[in-house]
């Protein structure tokens, strides 16, 4: 505060419980900062003031995706976030997942890629609505994205399945607004996957562990990759799915079904 | 690179600040990221130049603080520190956390003149 006149140049509030600290000046005299013109442009060293922000860096994205998460309660819409890394086959159990389910709900897909339509097309030609984002150089779909796809796709009562970016570190940061993140991880993949990747499989509430038709051919340890998940998220459900035979799949349309029926009833 | 996606979140909180604090240049920024998240500090600070160029923030510095994870351990019932995932309780060795901190990424404050 100004010795002189009393002003309090920078103790002004900020939204969200923020307050403003002065500047840390040594000592006030009087008329120093606000009663000399001089001084208002003078040294820049004791003109800096600090603001306190305290945001969550994100807290736009999570803004928008707190509200796609009220618009999807109220139409009675299950939201999914499909994430995994390139090739662990989003986009083929997602195809078979639609032939069984579409005749009996409605679904749509957001498909998230850096570039071209290819995945949307392999969707559309299920009968369900598809809608391609391309993130061009982004890595991620964020809630914006999808807050914008979704008023594309007329859904109520159905389910919105995301396929996110083929990506395992930085969609794990961005809530869409979804029900639940399901994270798919295929044996020819690593059983070091969850713990490389923790974030994203701390993230999510399903692991799907996929392409299990070709276990007899791999040197793989399902046990050894569903204990690392449980490392990294002790409450992680797990089935195992093959889109070649359809094992698991019956398993994982159940799962859908009652976390649609635990979003039904909580609206 | 999330991470310029997170510069460009900053940088938009940073104009939000301005309109209402009435700035003309940000010397400083402030961040805090959790240790245990999924944000690399060098990836931030290079993404920060980038996207900070033409921006008020410009010419700030960008000062990373970084918070240690921490958690609650079902099995000790009491919270412990997490310094990594996956490596369980340093105490008992169980996986049954709840993580408390470490996994921030806040826009904590702004020195501005």
């Known amino acids: ?267 | 690179m999330h991470e310029m996606a997170l510069c460009q979140g900053m940088i938009g909180l940073i104009e939000d600040q301005r309109e209402l604090q009435d700035f003309a240049v940000v010397r400083r920024v402030v961040v805090e990221i959790g240790a245990l998240g999924h944000v690399d500090p060098d990836a931030l600070a290079f993404a920060f130049d980038v996207v900070a160029a033409d921006s008020i923030a410009a010419e700030a510095a960008l000062e990373i603080r970084e918070i240690p994870g921490r958690g609650w351990c079902m099995d000790c019932s009491e919270s412990i520190d997490v310094p990594r995932r996956g490596e369980g309780c340093p105490k008992c060795g169980s996986f049954m956390l709840i993580m408390e901190q470490g996994e921030e990424m806040r826009l904590k404050e702004l020195e501005v003149a």
């Open chain 1, 1 to 267: 505060m100004c010795g002189v006149c009393g002003c309090s140049e920078g103790e002004t509030r900020v939204e969200h419980e923020t307050a403003v600290q002065a500047p840390p000046r040594e000592a006030d005299p009087p008329g120093s900062a606000c009663c000399e013109a001089s001084s208002m442009r003078a040294d820049e060293e004791s003109d800096t003031r600090l603001v306190k922000v305290e945001q969550d860096i994100l807290s736009k994205n999570n803004h928008i995706a707190a509200h796609n998460r009220s618009h999807f309660a109220k139409a009675g819409v299950l939201a999914l976030n499909l994430v995994s890394s390139p090739g662990a086959g989003k986009t083929t159990l997602l195809v078979k997942s639609l032939e069984e389910l579409s005749n009996r709900l409605p679904c749509a897909v957001i498909e998230g890629d850096q570039e071209t339509s290819a995945d949307a097309d392999r969707i559309r030609a299920t009968g369900a609505p598809a809608l391609q984002v391309n993130t061009g150089r982004g890595c991620h779909l964020d809630a914006d994205m999808v807050h914008r796809a979704f008023h594309h796709l007329p859904l109520e009562d159905g389910v919105l399945f995301i396929e996110n970016v083929g990506n395992l570190v930085c969609p794990a940061g961005f809530d869409l607004g979804e029900a639940h993140k399901v994270v798919i991880a295929s044996v020819t993949e690593g059983e070091d996957k969850p713990l490389k990747y923790p974030n994203m499989f701390a993230a999510a509430s399903l692991m799907l562990v996929s392409k299990v038709d070709l276990l007899p051919h791999l040197d793989f340890d399902v046990n050894a990759l569903i204990a690392n998940a449980r490392r990294i998220n002790p409450g992680i459900a797990v089935i195992k799915v093959s889109a070649t035979t359809n094992e698991g799949l019956d398993r994982w349309l159940q799962w859908i079904d009652a976390a649609r029926a635990m979003a039904v009833a909580a609206r």
